[in-house]
């Protein structure tokens, strides 16, 4: 079996086909002819895999995609102004699309040009919210290579919350490749070292129409991108929380923990309330005790004590963040101690510091939690000295300038 794949830049068109590798996972990688300079990047990350496993709504290790995309790069330079990115949605030059049927699996995505979609109005995202979502970024290095931190772990949440949402997935290989060709493809649009980062929205939907209640007989796998700067306007200074004590963003048995977006619907009327008060965002509680702290509108919470840190366990009612994952990490190796339990709203009370975890935030120190009417603050409002150290520590890393040795940085050379 070959595919191929097309990139041209103004100038030069570039061919990568796959072809027989050598023996490592199934996998095949691409071999470009005539690769101008600005298509290095396309020669050297794009891969393949020819394996497949079965699950109910479609195989999870699918067949290579073709990218059958003929697309031209442009090479002027972008006019935005980097020093005052916010987070808020750019248009920018290319997105990555993909469709199969329900039972079968994915094979073929293209780059097609940023714009709207047709969908029929008995789409299943439309009628029964059948759809998921992820976050991830990419980092421009001082040398011009691009960084990209621990997408496959978006791939294997996305595959989990597909078998909940009776979805097929793209494999953690197509994920990937998927990824990486729509970042090349809009390399321009990357900030400069320290001014933000690429903002990557990989989208599955059920796109196929269905009138009664049933998973839809089609599926759309789509990803864009936008340069972003800070997702609070605060950037790193604290944050102002309000406890939310009657509204709940999940419940035990439900979908929170994967990334539907049903999910972010739910929390927009007690979080636009709050924001009308003057607070930043929500922090929700638990549905059935009403006490212990689940997580803020889109970040996990973390609450610092000593030399302990706590956050909520994951039970199904919590989105099981990679950037929580991965601070958890971070922490440990820099010598705290990191337990996953049930938190209590009087430990939050109690705290020394606190601070939110999330791929659109990173890290954002909370500088003050309002329950009930009673208001406490931490760390005299300013960033407390954990925040601080967790967020350089993994923000270095995910920019490049820190020693890789968890191994969660892949490279676009």
Known sequence: METAAVFSTAATVATVATVAGRANGGLRYPLLSFPPPNNNK????????????????????????????????????????????GFGLVHTDYMYTMKCSLGESFTKGELVPFGNIEINPSAGVLNYGQGLFEGLKAY???????????PEENAKR???GAERMCMPSPSVDQFLQAVKATVLANERWIPPPGKGSLYIRPLLMGSG?????????????LVYVSPVGNYFKEGLSPINLVVETEMHRATPGGTGGVKTIGNYAAVLKAQGAAKAKGYSDVLYLDSTHKKYLEEVSSCNIFVVKGNTISTPD????????ITRKSIIDVARDQGFEVFEKPVTVDELLDADEVFCTGT???????????????????????????SQQLYSG?????????DDKMGWIVELK
């Open 209 to 221: 129409s269905v009138l009664g209640l049933a998973p839809a007989p089609e599926y759309t796998f």
């Open 42 to 85: 396309f020669r050297n990350q794009l891969r393949f895999t020819s394996l497949n496993s079965s699950t109910t709504y479609g195989n999870v290790n699918a067949r290579a995609i073709e990218v059958a995309s003929s697309l031209s790069v442009p090479s002027e330079t972008v006019d935005l102004n980097w020093d005052n990115l």
């Open 140 to 150: 421009r290095k001082e040398d011009g290579n691009i960084l990209l931190f621990r």
């Open 314 to 321: 994951i039970k199904g009612t919590i989105l099981p963040g």
């Open 394 to 402: 993994l923000t270095r890393l995910q920019m490049g300038l820190a």
């Open 360 to 386: 659109a935030v990173v890290v954002s120190p909370v500088g003050s939690i309002t329950y009930l009417g009673k208001r406490v603050t931490y760390g005299n409002t300013g960033v407390g000295l954990v």
């Open 158 to 160: 996305m595959m989990a």
